[in-house]
């Protein structure tokens, strides 16, 4: 029952950040390219570690996590006016490298097919 809360919670979290980022941070420092890959709250909903995807050079993709990390007092705020929740989360904005590493073992195995096939 409670799993089912806490997913229900971290998608919630998840919707609602992207609409916030997208309207309500200008910083033009950050690229379109940014993605909300998941959210995990931990079960007594203290915190909320946010992945995000960057399409850009590491530079930026560290940049955007540091612009998130200083807005996520204002993103805690406006989501917890939509959360129906006791307390609201303090998130934690990390770097998602899922998409590279899928990319990079898509890449790994096509070589080997290759060299196979030779």
């Known amino acids: 029952m409670a799993n089912s ?8 979290i998840k919707q609602e950040l992207s609409v916030l980022i997208r309207k309500n941070i200008k910083d033009p ?10 959210v995990d709250t931990t079960g007594d909903l203290r915190y909320a570690k946010v992945y995000i995807s960057v399409y850009d050079t ?4 560290n940049q955007a996590v540091d612009i ?6 204002f ?7 939509t959360l129906k929740t006791h307390y609201t989360p303090e998130l934690i904005f990390v770097l998602d490298d899922s998409i590279e590493y899928g990319a990079h073992i898509d890449e790994v195995i096509r070589k080997l097919h290759e060299k196979d096939q030779d």
């Not at 590491?58 to 993709?61: P, Q, T, V």
């Not at 998130?68 to 007092?73: E, I, V």
Request: hydrophobic fraction near 35%; proline fraction near 0%.
């Open 29 to 38: 420092r950050l690229t379109e390219l940014l993605s909300i890959m998941k």
């Open 68 to 73: 998130l990390n200083k807005a996520a007092g």
């Open 5 to 12: 809360r806490i997913n229900r919670i971290n998608e919630t």
């Open 58 to 61: 590491d530079e930026k993709k």
């Open 75 to 81: 993103l805690r705020k406006n989501i917890g006016k």
